[in-house]
């Protein structure tokens, strides 16, 4: 009797967890969108930072976000699914593999400031960067790149050992059979890591407020050594305000970040499903 209820309450009590979570979610995106109404326009786009809260607008920071998010991807990228590819295909099950494992998995739940405090004292201080796109790009690499080996590692797990034999039978080498066949095979699962993780890197706040991202910029950066200011910092900024008509904007901001993203995972979701079809197992 105990059991049979107990098979019911669980996935009840599930249901509820996942409608309640979606509620707030969507009470949460309905009241940003309320507040930002008639704020989101190519005026709000194209814009500077403004003290007049009507000619304010989010252009530096959309393309700080830019700059940042693509100096983070090209530095966690590789790095990661070359890790991935190392630990997985090439390392040894040994002790020193398996320490490598645990601290990786145990990265990936570290809080972001703590990135930021390692990211100012490293690319900030050590490493002369200065409050520039480079250190900002660099630090959310470092938050972003235990998310990209593990994807990497899970999305060659998954492919049959099968394939492996196949190539090594026709004579492949290691290294021929990792590029030409399981490297194509797990890259739908890759791929999708990878954006999961800098659509969580193009929100982070945290890490860049402890490296000393600018709130106000009225400027474009058009290099890494630039400064900069991005979305959520600019959002914070105009929260912060104590004027009523910057939450409007600060809501348009929110708007904003949020499609941008909901896009990015979107993408995430097709490419996976298109990918997924071409796969004969």
Request: glycine share 10%.
């Amino acid at each position: 009797m105990t059991r049979r209820v107990m098979d019911k309450v669980g996935p009840a009590l599930g249901l509820l967890a996942v409608v309640g979570g979606l509620v707030v979610l969507l009470v949460l995106i309905g009241r940003a969108v309320i507040d930002s109404w008639g704020v989101v326009d190519w005026q709000f786009l194209t814009s500077f930072p403004s003290r007049n809260a009507e000619k304010a607008g989010i252009l530096s920071a959309w393309v700080g976000s830019g700059w940042v998010l693509a100096v983070t991807g090209m530095l966690a990228v590789p790095l990661g699914i070359a890790t991935g590819i190392y630990l997985e295909e090439y390392a040894r099950d040994n002790w020193l593999t398996k320490f490598l494992e645990i601290n990786i998995a145990n990265l990936a739940g570290v809080p972001s400031v703590v990135y930021g405090i390692l990211g100012l004292g490293l690319f900030v201080r050590a490493l002369a960067m200065g409050r520039s796109v480079l250190a900002g790009g660099a630090t959310l690499a470092l938050l972003v790149l235990p998310m990209v080996i593990l994807a990497a590692r899970e999305s060659l797990r998954a492919v049959p050992a099968s394939v492996r034999e196949a190539s090594y039978a026709l004579g492949a080498t290691r290294w021929q059979t990792t590029w030409n066949q399981v490297l194509p095979a797990a890259g739908p699962g890759i791929l999708t890591g990878v954006i999961l993780a800098m659509s969580r890197a193009v929100g982070e706040t945290a890490p860049l407020v402890m490296i000393g991202a600018l709130t106000y910029v009225a400027f474009l950066p058009t290099n890494p050594l630039d400064s900069f200011t991005v979305l959520p910092i600019q959002i914070f900024n105009w929260v912060s305000r104590p004027q009523k008509a910057f939450l409007a904007n600060a809501a348009g901001g929110v708007v904003v970040l949020l499609g941008l993203t909901l896009l990015m995972n979107s993408v995430a979701i097709v490419l996976r499903q298109r990918f997924h079809k071409h796969l004969r197992w």
